[in-house]
């Protein structure tokens, strides 16, 4: 059990990879609180996971919006005392030429993806700082690191999560707080419009969920701070 007794944290966790990492961590020990905006989804994942016999609470959450990340992180701490591990997962895409994308699809996607990373991963600081333990892990993309034509926004998001992330690292690893960020490769799964051409030559999501778990259950003493995560054999 790699993460027995560990406190995580997940958003995004109604669905794709959001949904995996929530299952695999609380198979490894793990208690997990999940969010999601969709309570039905948020349900539904939280009985699948609870009839394995593993601890998880769910609390709805739209990571656009302030409060409802305060409270999130106020509701694990009040439930388990702690937050260990944080998984900043929630976002999603908006893929269209920049001259179709409208300032308001442009706001939204750097409000979830973006705003809510920066929102979540700054009310845990404060419980993590004081007790000099940590893991934060973000889903970041390999469009963060690369042009994607018809993606400017967001791609734009995900560089910005891995400039923040970098910075982050140094400010907090004096604390024994590891910042992880995962950048997967196109994932089966709905995210953006749901279409995976050859889905048998891409990740899926369990795969991101195993290397989320590989970050997570590193020796306190080691950190992956960047992982770059392809398909095998994408031809």
Known sequence: MKLSGRVAV?????????????AKFAAEGAKVVISARDVERLNAVKSEIAITGAEVTSFRADVSNESDIKALVRYAINTYGRIDILVNNAGFGIFKPVIETQTEEFDSLFGVN????FIATREVLADMISRRDGVIINIASLAGKNAVENGAAYAATKWA????????LLEVRKHNIRVVTICPGSVDTDFGSGHRPNRDKILRADDVADTALLAASLPA???????????????
């Open 10 to 22: 997940i958003t995004g966790a109604s669905r794709g990879i959001g949904r995996a990492v929530a």
């Open 161 to 168: 999560m891995l400039g923040f992330a970098k910075s982050l």
């Open 221 to 235: 003493t080691a950190m992956m701070s960047e992982i770059d995560l392809r398909p095998t054999n994408p031809n």
């Open 114 to 117: 973006m705003r809510g990373t």
